[in-house]
């Protein structure tokens, strides 16, 4: 009985190759390959599609887990047109029995097409800038020799994750978060569900990208509730980009502690998809969907809902043995039979990319920079200079600072301030730390301090005998009168005083180190 592959249902291209890169291509492939021609495959107006065989060297005593491997596997080549090489190729199984749910590292499938091999861990487009397509071809034989041996993970000890393409938007959110609330349990209502705020930071008709504000408990879901209806009120008076948009979103578990080791690369595109992939978890949507006909507030169309599997090992990369897959819907009111507390259409269903918050731990690693001094950095002066110090000090993971500055943004401050416009008409001091905190909002304990007064109090005879620990100050004033106040202030017998200018109408920067 012939195999049943994808190419079958693709007919021929006999459009000729106008683009002279992929017309060079293709032919140093069928050299490489040792045939006269390649037969090009229809795959959709841009693309074409070449079908090889490709030879897996399969290990002796038989395949990792039994997996269906086999030392011939049939292959699709993906080009573009119009766009190869900017548009990097695609590499896909040519096989509909191909064992797709067993491996992580194959791309979740566009609808009506195989899911695309996962070639490279880093930017295939990077990787392939300096190779050809016999290298890729290369690639995909080792890809699937590995996946024979159980040589695919990096970490066998641990779950990797799907991945995600042809996703719509991006959700933050930390996950340590999400994982004690399905950890413990924490439904808001009856059902295993969490309700969360989300704020949708997206502007215009730009893809969803939501921001996690709040997980709604019996204490927080008034506050929460006044803050979405604050955010539909603003909507309907005005359409400023600084209006704030927020959804009510959901998060979805299992109470049964099964775990699950298949991968889905055919991830819902719709309400009955997702209810499908719902009862494959042990995931129960029913009182979820019961929950949004009855009770949800949402103004807006977008509707996040956050699915959590349980895996059998940790995921790569994070505290626990679930795996977060995040979609939105498109549900409106006529959605919605309030008799039968049901939905009436089978509304569609988007995808959506996990992005984690900036921590500091992770802004000092990005920075190469040391850990936090426990000492606090005095900063007097948020100006020009001050500002992008402060800030250069945020953006590397470091918040122990008391920021000094009397004076408010104005207008003409915005040309060389780290600060933006909408910050005018506020302390500067205040305004940085108000930035600061935003940088690292999932974290609680973020310790910039700021005042809106001048930084001679620190140097000012103190009531007791005790002076303010001050081990490190930074003077951005460029004050003459504050210099000589330094100077002659006894703090140079305890902090590192740091002096920063700038000069010749700033063309000069000058710092300088006294004490």
């Not at 069928?30 to 841009?46: E, I, N, R, S």
């Not at 030879?55 to 080549?77: F, H, M, S, T």
């Amino acid at each position: 009985m012939a195999r049943k592959l994808f190419s079958h249902s693709l007919r021929r291209d006999n459009r000729p190759v106008t683009n002279p890169q992929l017309a060079e291509s293709l032919r140093c492939l069928a050299q490489c390959l040792g045939v006269k021609a390649l037969k090009p495959l229809a795959w959709d107006d841009d693309h074409i599609a070449i079908a090889l065989m490709v030879d897996v060297e399969l290990p002796p005593l038989g395949n990792y887990d039994g997996l269906d491997i086999r030392a011939q596997e049939p292959v699709l080549l993906v080009l573009s047109r119009a766009h190869y090489p900017t548009k990097t190729p695609a590499m896909y199984p040519d096989r509909l029995n191909f064992p797709k749910n067993q491996f992580a590292h194959l791309y979740v499938a566009a609808p009506g097409r195989p899911p695309g091999f996962c070639l490279v861990r880093g930017d295939f487009k990077e990787w392939y800038a300096n190779r050809r397509l016999s290298d890729v071809v290369v690639r995909t034989r080792n890809w699937l020799r590995d996946a024979a041996t159980g040589e695919l993970a990096v970490d066998g000890e641990q779950f990797d994750p799907v991945r995600l393409e042809g996703y719509r938007g991006s959700i933050v959110y930390p996950y340590d978060v999400l994982a004690n609330v399905v950890q413990t349990d924490a439904a808001y209502a009856s059902g295993h569900f969490a309700v969360a705020l989300f704020e949708n930071t997206a502007s215009g008709d730009a893809s969803p990208i939501f921001r996690l504000d709040q997980i709604l408990t019996a204490n927080t879901a008034e506050a929460a509730i006044k803050l979405l209806f604050q955010g539909m009120k603003d909507l309907l008076a005005a359409d400023s980009p600084h209006i704030k948009k927020y959804d009510l979103g959901y998060v979805l578990w299992s109470a049964d502690p099964t775990t699950y080791a298949t991968y889905n690369v055919d991830l819902p595109r719709s309400w009955s998809g997702l209810q499908a992939f719902c009862h494959a978890y042990g995931l129960d949507l029913a009182s979820l969907e019961q929950f949004l006909v009855r009770a949800d507030l949402n103004y807006l169309p977008q509707v996040p809902v956050v699915c959590a599997v349980r895996r059998p090992q940790q995921l790569i990369g994070f505290s626990a043995n679930l795996e977060f897959i995040n979609f939105y819907l498109t549900l409106n009111d006529a959605d919605k039979d309030r008799e039968t507390e049901l939905l009436i259409q089978d509304i569609p269903v988007q995808m959506q990319r996990h992005s984690e918050p900036l921590t500091r731990r992770k802004a000092r690693e990005i920075s190469a920079a040391p850990a936090q001094p426990d000492a606090y950095t005095w900063v007097a002066g948020c100006g020009a200079l001050g500002s992008k110090v402060v800030m250069h000090f945020a953006r590397s993971g470091y918040t122990n600072l008391v920021l000094l500055d009397p004076d408010r943004l104005s207008p003409h401050n915005l040309v060389r301030h780290a600060l933006l416009a909408e910050h005018e008409g506020m302390n500067k001091a205040l305004a940085l730390k108000q930035v600061v905190q935003q940088l690292y909002r999932h974290e609680g304990d973020v310790d910039v301090l700021a005042a809106s007064q001048s930084a001679d109090f620190i140097l000012a005879p103190q009531p007791t005998d005790k002076p303010l620990p001050v081990s490190r100050l930074l003077d951005f004033t460029a004050s003459e009168a504050f210099l000589h106040t330094v100077i002659d202030s006894t703090i140079l017998n305890q902090a590192v005083v740091s002096r920063g200018l700038i000069s010749d109408h700033g063309q000069l920067g000058i710092l300088s180190l006294e004490g």
